[in-house]
């Protein structure tokens, strides 16, 4: 199984300002995920990150709110642009295990606050 | 597109019994993974189960099992002998080999009493 370094685990931000979020995975994965938990929800998927081409959104999720980059094969960014307290979440990143895809594991997450 | 349900917001257990949470899904495919994952306070999301959907036996991982009904479009997972470190929120997922995305339940809050 992969295991996959998330940072910070935590951060308290101001409205306003934007906090980019990290994903490191200790192999190389073809398809990394990122995901929203909103306050007592269940995880929504924001944008599905592909190396060495532009990440794929969802409805609802715009790449001007939620730039991502993929720069390898083992490594991505999420940012939270412009951020308002509905923005309070948890972020969590994800990998699947490659070739198969059968599986996804998942990072420990990111745990925003906006006031 | 796909759709999970689960219907149970909360539940709990006695220390050291089996309980069943139960999740429905919605889907064309006919091949396609699901999944039950553990979310503990810690935020971790912990992959519990899986079960390939072409295959008929049920899936089993030491303590817990689950009960594929392929016709039905239900997914339910049992937990024997239930341990206090159980305690927590199970997400019912499905994976489908044509979408490339896991599609979650909305999740069951399960709390083992000593």
């Known amino acids: 199984s992969a295991v996959i370094s998330q940072k910070p685990s935590r951060d308290i931000c101001q409205r306003g300002t934007s906090l980019t979020i990290q994903c490191q995975v200790d192999?190389?994965?073809?398809?990394m995920f990122w995901y929203r938990q909103q306050p007592g929800q269940s995880l929504t998927l924001i944008a599905t990150a592909n190396q060495g081409s532009e990440a794929t959104y969802e409805s609802g999720f715009v790449i001007d709110k939620f730039p991502i980059s993929r720069p390898n094969l083992t490594f991505s960014t999420l940012t939270v642009s412009n951020m308002s307290p509905e923005d309070s979440s948890i972020y969590l990143c994800?990998?699947?295990?490659?070739?198969?895809?059968?599986?996804?594991?998942f990072g420990s997450g990111t745990q925003l606050s906006v006031l | 597109a796909q759709t999970v349900t689960q219907s149970q917001p909360e539940m709990s257990v006695q220390e050291a019994e089996t309980v069943t949470l139960s999740c429905t899904y919605d889907?064309?495919?006919?091949?396609?993974?699901l999944f039950w994952y553990k979310q503990p306070p810690s935020r971790q999301m912990i992959l519990v189960i899986r079960?390939?959907?072409?295959?008929?036996q049920n899936a089993t991982e030491n303590r817990f099992s689950v009960n594929f009904q392929k016709a039905a479009k239900s997914f339910s997972l049992k937990i024997s002998d239930s341990q206090l470190g159980d305690t927590a929120m199970y997400f019912c997922?499905?994976?489908?080999?044509?979408?490339?995305?896991?599609?979650f339940g909305e999740g069951t809050q399960l709390t083992v009493n000593p």
């Open positions: 192999s190389q994965v073809t398809m």
């Open positions: 997922a499905f994976w489908g080999t044509s979408g490339s995305r896991l599609t």
């Open positions: 889907t064309s495919e006919s091949n396609y993974y």
């Open positions: 079960q390939e959907a072409y295959k008929q």
């Open positions: 994800s990998v699947s295990d490659a070739p198969t895809n059968e599986k996804l594991f």
